[in-house]
């Protein structure tokens, strides 16, 4: 427990410090110990600071918190270390949703609030429909929701595809880049709007770390030790439905983000979900934080799509945990 206590305080102490290192480096250099005397007198740079950077840090840093601590539920819930949140079909439907919107819609009444809308609706519809796929006479098989959200997943990218092959050159171009996810849109009003759905989603998911632990075992052995399984699957997938709905919403497709968080947790801190779970949050959003910082910053004056610089990262993680496992199944026998 200390060695877990002494990794929060380090994750915490260095989620300002990459908050305010984001915020300073771009175009307009701003020194990061500057920052605070900067907002408090409105120098040169507020504007930058307030209006341009910070929305962008601040959603960053939200998205790649809810990423994370929704991969840590699904690898609890399935008890497989490879599960991510896409497993379940929310991000490629809510990729669907924000495609659809993109190419047949002209923007009606809803304007700049028509695909983050779409997307999140699209994502909980799809969330819906596997549960209800999955579920017989009130209880739902964690193999059945697996297999359900690996058929939808095709389905939703068939689509996407579809939608692809229908879109002309302006709209592929938008499609494109959002379904590798940015935060070139970030604004106080998209945080605004993600910022309460986050809060909600996340804290349902904190309150199931016991369960979590419990469930580890085996969901027999969780539901004799007084655990009621079907109530934890049912918030830990509602919860996830929130956060991934809402963080794709926001920035687009992110991959790795939910992978690679838990799994460096766990190898330097323990599988304790009452500390991998809030730590994950912390994490994920230092992780997103500085990939957000490295899309921007490495082909200035471009930028690189978010999900390119997490799947650079996330890949090669990917793969070494595939040999590792392998190597570890090898000794067994």
């Given at each position: 427990m200390q060695k877990q206590t002494q990794i929060m305080l380090i994750l915490g102490g260095l989620l300002p410090v990459s908050i305010c290192v984001a915020a300073g480096v771009g175009a307009y250099q701003i020194l990061p110990w500057k920052i605070?005397?900067?907002?408090?007198?409105?120098e040169d740079g507020f504007a930058v600071l307030l209006y341009v950077r910070f929305p962008r840090v601040v959603l960053a840093a939200l998205v790649g918190a809810m990423l994370a601590i929704s991969g840590t539920t699904l690898q609890g819930i399935f008890r497989n270390p490879l599960a991510d949140p896409g497993l379940i079909g929310i991000t490629a439907g809510a990729g669907l949703g924000a495609s659809v919107w993109i190419v047949l819609s002209d923007g009606g009444?809803?304007?700049?609030?028509?695909?983050?809308?779409?997307?999140?609706?699209?994502?909980?519809?799809?969330?819906?429909?596997?549960?209800?796929?999955?579920?017989?006479?009130g209880k739902v098989q964690t193999v059945t929701l697996l297999l359900a959200g690996i058929a939808l997943n095709s389905l939703a990218g068939a689509c996407i595809g579809l939608m692809t092959f229908l879109a002309d050159d302006e709209q592929l171009r938008s499609l494109t880049f959002w379904l590798l996810g940015g935060f070139g849109g970030a604004t106080w009003s998209?945080?605004?709007?993600?910022?309460?759905?986050?809060?909600?989603?996340?804290?349902?998911?904190?309150?199931?770390?016991s369960s979590l632990n419990a469930i580890s075992l085996g969901e027999s052995e969780a539901y004799h030790l007084g655990v009621p399984t079907e109530s934890l699957k049912r918030l830990s997938v509602f919860g996830v439905a929130l956060t991934v709905g809402a963080a794709v919403s926001a920035a687009g497709g992110i991959g790795f983000i939910g992978l690679v968080v838990p799994h460096l947790l766990r190898l330097i801190g323990g599988a304790d979900h009452r500390y991998v779970l809030p730590g994950s949050a912390l994490g994920g959003a230092i992780l997103l934080i500085l990939a957000d910082l490295c899309s921007r910053t490495i082909v200035v004056p471009a930028e690189l799509p978010v999900g390119v610089v997490t799947a650079l990262l996330g890949g090669p993680f990917f793969l070494w945990l595939l040999i590792r496992q392998n190597l570890r199944i090898f000794k067994n026998y």
């Open positions: 605070p005397r900067i907002l408090f007198l409105q009444i809803l304007g700049i609030w028509g695909l983050p809308i779409a997307a999140f609706a699209c994502g909980m519809f799809v969330t819906i429909g596997v549960w209800k796929i999955s579920e017989t006479q998209v945080v605004l709007v993600t910022l309460p759905i986050s809060i909600v989603g996340m804290f349902v998911l904190l309150q199931q770390a």
